[in-house]
Every structure is written in C-alpha cells, then in structure tokens.
T-cell receptor, first 115, second 111 residues
C-alpha cells in the first residue's frame, strides 16, 4: 500500500529534550516536506527536500533541522524543543518530475506537546 | 498580505445545496492549484487540482481558476453531511519548490 508513515503519532516531551519525528514514504517520491498545523494558521511549511541531499527552508524553519540521506526518509529533528513548537506535524511527499500532478500525499500526522 | 487567503468560515449550507469556497493567491507565477479536504483529526486529502483558466468538473465538485484575478474556487453540488470538513486551498509556485496552503474554510452541511 502506497503511504507516508510518521512516528511517533503522539508525543509529550519537556523543554530542551531533543526529539526526532521520522517520516518514510514508499512511493519513490523525489520531493518531501514537513508542515506544522496550528489553529487559524493552516499548514505552514517548515522544510522541504527536492531530492536526496537537497534540503531548503520553508516559511517557519526556526528550531528545526532535517536531513535527507535516503530518498524514502526525511526525519524532522527538534534539537531543543520549546512550548511554541507544540503543534500537529505532517510529513508529505510527491513527485517533482514534469508531467506529474504535484499532488501531495500526507502522513497521518504527529501531535507534539512540549511542556 | 498572506500568500494564500481563504475565508475561515464556518460556512454552513443545507443538505442538497451548493457550497461555494473561495481562495485568492498573491504569486502571479503560480502554476498549479489544489483543493484538499481535511476531516477533523485526519490528514489532508486531495479532491481537485487545476492548472488552466476555466472550470474543471469531477463528479459533484467543480474547481474554477481565474489567473488574471488570482482567484480559485471550489463548488460542491448536492452537498452532503459527509462533506462537512475543512477545505484547504493550496498553490504551487512557479519554481515548483513550495506548496503554500491557505488557512482553510470550515464547511458544515446540515441534514
């Protein structure tokens, strides 16, 4: 089954404790991206990657890191989480080649609470 | 000015009516336009995409694009209670690097 898998789905942590949210896709997509969703603000892009070893900042990158060492994986790293990073996080992927629709496929979301 | 703007709603329509959702965007170079539906607590799922000016129909859904006015809309005919969700307008820019989302419009369809 074609899917984007995120883990963990739910996490409660404390300020300053490093955490990683994993994302994996099995659709051979070149493009992967992380979004956070907050009430009234919609989906805001954190980082994206056009392909392996190619990453770039989205609109709200502060406090986050990413890496893209393999095509299928795109982990999101919070080195020192703070309460303002409490949010619902979505990983998404799509093809980036010409001729594709550009549809994003989303993971199920990871709800993070930082105390 | 936000890059992609939507009326947050909620928009309430009776069952069987037409629901009209609107979206404006700021980047004139935008190439691709999408409507995603998101049920509460779930991830967004694509329902329509459109690239060219005009209308595109798929079942009960019609997407409309006017690039001159930088305006995208979604019409849902014969609205059903199961259509009650948040509808996200998304725009892929000219470079193809980013997909920017609006904040979404909450739709309620009353039985």
């Amino acid at each position: 089954e074609a899917q984007v898998t995120q883990n963990p789905r739910y996490l409660i942590t404390v300020t300053g404790k490093k955490l990683t949210v994993t994302c994996s896709q099995n659709m051979n997509h070149e493009y992967m991206s992380w979004y956070r969703q907050d009430p009234g603000l919609g989906l805001r892009q954190i980082y994206y990657s056009m392909n392996v070893e190619v990453t770039d900042k989205g609109d709200v990158p502060e406090g986050y890191k990413v890496s893209r060492k393999e095509k299928r994986n795109f982990p999101l790293i919070l080195e020192s989480p703070s309460p303002n990073q409490t949010s619902l996080y979505f990983c998404a992927s799509r093809f980036s080649r010409q001729g594709r629709t550009g549809e994003l496929f989303f993971g199920e979301g990871s709800r993070l609470t930082v105390l | 000015q936000k890059e992609v703007e939507q009326n947050s709603g909620p928009l309430s329509v009776p069952e069987g009516a037409i629901a009209s959702l609107n979206c404006t965007y700021s980047d004139r170079g935008s190439q691709s336009f999408f409507w995603y539906r998101q049920y509460s607590g779930k991830s967004p799922e694509l329902i329509m995409f459109i690239y060219s000016n005009g209308d595109k129909e798929d079942g009960r859904f019609t997407a409309q694009l006017n690039k001159a006015s930088q305006y995208v809309s979604l019409l849902i005919r014969d609205s059903q209670p199961s259509d009650s969700a948040t509808y996200l307008c998304a725009v892929k820019g000219a470079g193809g690097f980013k997909t920017i989302f609006g904040a979404g419009t909450r739709l309620f369809v009353k039985a």
